[in-house]
């Protein structure tokens, strides 16, 4: 077994759900890395008492190794270094180079604001500089240091890691962390643990149960493997996590659900049907694509432009809300919407062509539909979508989903299909 460690992400902002943790997954991922088992990760509020709890319970699982997340900062609910002082049984104290360095570092930010209240400054200055005896200190990259705790000798309690709750500070922070003594003391018994993904698109994820079972009815050890299913933005992710010493059996699974999902699977190394498509539009040979979204309201456009590069490929999108919209800026005639309505095949074909008229590209998309929650009627309900795809030499695919859920769910699951839909056209036609 390897070393194994907690993550403690604190903030009642966190716990309440008004901010999404990034820390957690990102140091999650960073021990995995190094080698070390991840046990769990524990929200708590801004209260010590919790804080504390967190950090007992985790100890009494055998963490080796606790990392913290938050509570660094200059306020009164930032009490993260104190509690963690207490559970380590270190008393605080004010490291003078340390209050001398954030004293410099509020110089510069206090000279844009002369009127600030100086006093409550040097009171935060001071709070900051005040760590547990024996800490390692970790460079501020705002004003708020980390720092890296050792157990009380000869308690064999874990480490403590104590990083900042702002993620653009707590990242640049890991690797000096990762780097002292007591955090390599800690994680002495690492071991290598490699981890990889699957992806389908288009299979309930009831029918990856079957197929766990039945790899396993084949003579598969998958109990040797650490296996997990997740739906993901319609997709089925399929992580494993296994020793080095398991990588022949890992290809043994994987060849196994590729060949019982052949039509289904469309990535074996972990890259998203976003990275696959840019690929693909890339080249050689370089296509270009533009978009007229409806009910999507331009989430397909800022999916195909989170990707690196996408300004060579990318003409643009209409956003083309209206039935107006639909005519004026992607040509689509009024009589069509007239005839057929706005959420049509008709439609949706005549938006995919105006959008790649329009903007004279290589690859057009027109998406229309009702996401709800209301705008729906018995012939045509809520979730209804028309998804089409045509390229300049006359390819053309279309679907018509309808998709469960809510108005976010919705919208969400079509950009997803409308990139599969296009990436399945182009590799088609790929001469």
């Not at 997340?69 to 380590?88: C, H, I, K």
């Not at 705790?149 to 707590?170: A, D, F, I, Q």
């Not at 105006?354 to 809520?382: N, Y």
Request: charged share 20%; net charge negative.
């Amino acid at each position: 077994m390897s070393a194994r460690a907690g993550i403690i992400v604190t903030g009642t902002e966190v716990l309440t759900g008004r901010v999404v943790d990034r820390n957690g997954p990102w140091c999650s991922e960073q021990l995995r890395a190094l080698g070390v088992d991840h046990e769990s990760t524990v929200v708590v509020g801004d209260r010590p008492a919790d804080i504390l709890a967190a950090l007992n319970w985790l100890a009494a699982e055998g963490c080796a190794l606790i990392i913290t997340s938050g509570g660094l900062g200059p306020t009164a609910d930032d009490l993260t270094a104190t509690v963690v002082g207490e559970f380590q049984r270190r008393e605080m104290v004010v490291d003078a180079p340390l209050h001398e360095q954030i004293a410099g570092i509020l110089e510069r930010f206090t000279a844009r604001w002369p009127s600030v209240d100086q006093e409550s400054i040097a009171a935060g200055n001071l709070k900051q500089a005040t760590i547990p005896q024996g800490a390692a200190i970790l460079e501020p990259i705002g004003t708020a240091p980390g720092l890296v705790v050792p157990p009380p000798e000869g308690s064999g309690g874990p480490t403590v890691v104590v990083l900042p709750g702002p993620p653009s500070e707590l990242m640049p922070m890991w690797d000096a962390a990762a780097q002292t003594p007591a955090f390599i003391a800690a994680t002495e018994g690492r071991a290598k643990i490699e981890q990889s993904m699957l992806r389908l698109f288009g299979i309930p994820e009831s029918e990856i149960a079957a197929t766990l079972r039945a790899a396993q009815a084949d003579g598969i050890a998958i109990d040797e493997l650490e296996i997990t299913t997740c739906l993901r933005r319609g997709e089925i992710e399929i992580v494993t996590r296994f020793a080095p010493s398991k990588q022949a059996l890992y290809d043994r699974f994987v060849e196994f659900v590729a060949s019982t999902h052949a039509d289904t699977i469309f990535s074996v190394d972990g890259t998203t049907i976003d990275q696959q498509l840019a690929a693909l539009l890339s080249g050689p040979p370089l296509r270009t694509i533009a978009l007229a979204e409806s009910c999507t309201g331009g989430l397909v456009a800022a999916r195909l432009t989170e990707m690196p590069g996408s300004a060579a490929y990318m003409r643009g999108g209409l956003i083309v809300y209206s039935n107006e919209a639909k005519s004026k800026l992607a040509a689509v005639a009024p009589e069509m919407i007239e005839q057929h309505g706005a959420v049509s095949e008709e439609v949706a074909v005549a938006l995919a062509s105006g959008a790649r008229s329009v903007l004279d590209a290589d690859v057009g998309v027109g998406v229309t539909g009702i996401a709800g929650p209301g705008g729906g009627t018995e012939q045509k309900p809520v979730g209804l979508v028309w998804c089409a795809v045509s390229l300049a030499s006359g390819e053309l695919v279309v679907r018509k989903l309808q998709l469960p859920g809510s108005r976010q769910l919705i919208r969400d699951r079509t950009t997803t299909v409308v990139l599969h839909m296009t990436s399945r056209l182009l590799r088609e036609n790929s001469t």
